[in-house]
C-alpha cells in the first residue's frame, strides 16, 4: 500500500458465384440520382452550443463545481538524524560500557505534497494527517486555483485517522458540499480530483480522474492508523492525491482519498482507498 484498438475485417467486394460471358451486365453511371456512389455524405450541421451541451453530463458538471474549491499542498518537514557510530560495536563496548558519548545528530528538510479541499468560506481546509507529516511540519503552502499562494495554519491533527484541519486567510470562495458516506452505492460515479505528482504546483489546476464506487465498508487494521469503514474505487489515484476529495455525480464529496494498493509496482493499478467523509464530520464539526 502507499500512501484499444481494434481491427476490422472487410470481407471482398466481390462475393458469391462469378459472372459467366453469356450473362449481360448493366454499367450504371454514377450519376444517377438511385446510384449509391452518386450520395455523397453530407457534414450534420449542427450548432456549436448543440454540439457543447452533448457533451456535458453529470462528471463534467461535478468537475466544474468543484474543482475550484481543491487545492494543492506543498509541506516542508524537519527531521532528525542520528550518524552511525563506528565504535557501536560489542567489542568496544566491554572497554568503554555505556560511557561512549551519544552519536551526533544533523536536521535535514523534507519537502512533500499532498492535496486538500476547502470546506467553508472561510478558509478551512481538509486533507490526511500523513500529508502535514502528521502534524510536524513547519511549514505547509496551499496553493488555489486562482494561482495563489497561502501560508496555511495547522489547526489540528488525527493522527489515527489520519485527517488534519488547515486554514488560509481568505473568504468567499467555492467550498465543497459534504455527502453521506453512507450512501455511497458500489457502481456510482466516483471522481478523484487532486494533485498528483505536483501537477497543481506547475498549472495551478488539479488533475481529475474517473471510476465508480468499487466497495464500501472496508476495514484495514494497522498498528497507528484506524481505516475503518473504507471506500474502494477505481479512479486513479496517484501519489500526491492523499488529502483530496472523492465526489459523487452531485459534487458531494464521499470520501478523502488516502491510500492506494500497488500490488509491488510504483503507481496505480485501479485499486484506491477514500476516508468515508461520515467519520471525517465528527473530527472537523
Known amino acids: 500500500m502507499l500512501f484499444g484498438g481494434c481491427s476490422i475485417n472487410r470481407k471482398p467486394a466481390s462475393g458469391g458465384a462469378s459472372q459467366t460471358p453469356s450473362q ?10 438511385n446510384s449509391l456512389y452518386a450520395q455523397s455524405a453530407q457534414p450534420v450541421q449542427t450548432r456549436g452550443d448543440e454540439i457543447s451541451n452533448s457533451r456535458r453530463n453529470a462528471i463534467t458538471n461535478a468537475v466544474a463545481a468543484a ?10 518537514e524537519v527531521r532528525e538524524y542520528q550518524t552511525a557510530d563506528p565504535f557501536r560495536d560489542p567489542f568496544f563496548d566491554q572497554f568503554f560500557g555505556n560511557r561512549r558519548r551519544k552519536s551526533p545528530t544533523y536536521r535535514q528538510e523534507v519537502k512533500s505534497l499532498g492535496s486538500g479541499f476547502l470546506i467553508s468560506a472561510d478558509g478551512y481546509i481538509v486533507t490526511n494527517a500523513h500529508v502535514v507529516a502528521n502534524g510536524n511540519a513547519t511549514k505547509v503552502v496551499v ?9 496555511a495554519k495547522l489547526i489540528g491533527t488525527d493522527v489515527l485517522m489520519d485527517i488534519a484541519l488547515l486554514k488560509i486567510d481568505v473568504t468567499s470562495r467555492v467550498f465543497l458540499r459534504l455527502g453521506n458516506s453512507d450512501d455511497a452505492t ?21 488533475t481529475v480522474t474517473v471510476g465508480v464506487v468499487s466497495a464500501t465498508g472496508l476495514d484495514f487494521p494497522s498498528d497507528d492508523k484506524s481505516y475503518k469503514g473504507m471506500i474502494q474505487t477505481d479512479a486513479a489515484i496517484n501519489s500526491g492525491n492523499s488529502g483530496g476529495p472523492l465526489l459523487n455525480a452531485n459534487a458531494e464529496v464521499m470520501g478523502v482519498n488516502t491510500f492506494i494498493y500497488t500490488g509491488g509496482g510504483q503507481g496505480s493499478i485501479g485499486i484506491g482507498f477514500a476516508i468515508p467523509i461520515n467519520r471525517v464530520k465528527k473530527i472537523v464539526d
Open 186 to 206: 458500489v457502481g456510482e460515479w466516483a471522481i478523484a480530483i487532486g494533485n498528483p505528482f505536483g501537477l497543481f504546483e506547475i498549472n495551478d489546476k488539479p
Open 24 to 33: 449481360q451486365t448493366t454499367t450504371r453511371s454514377f450519376t444517377e440520382p
Open 143 to 151: 496553493t488555489t486555483t486562482d494561482k495563489k499562494r497561502y501560508d
Open 67 to 76: 474543482s475550484p474549491a481543491v487545492v494543492g499542498i506543498n509541506v516542508t
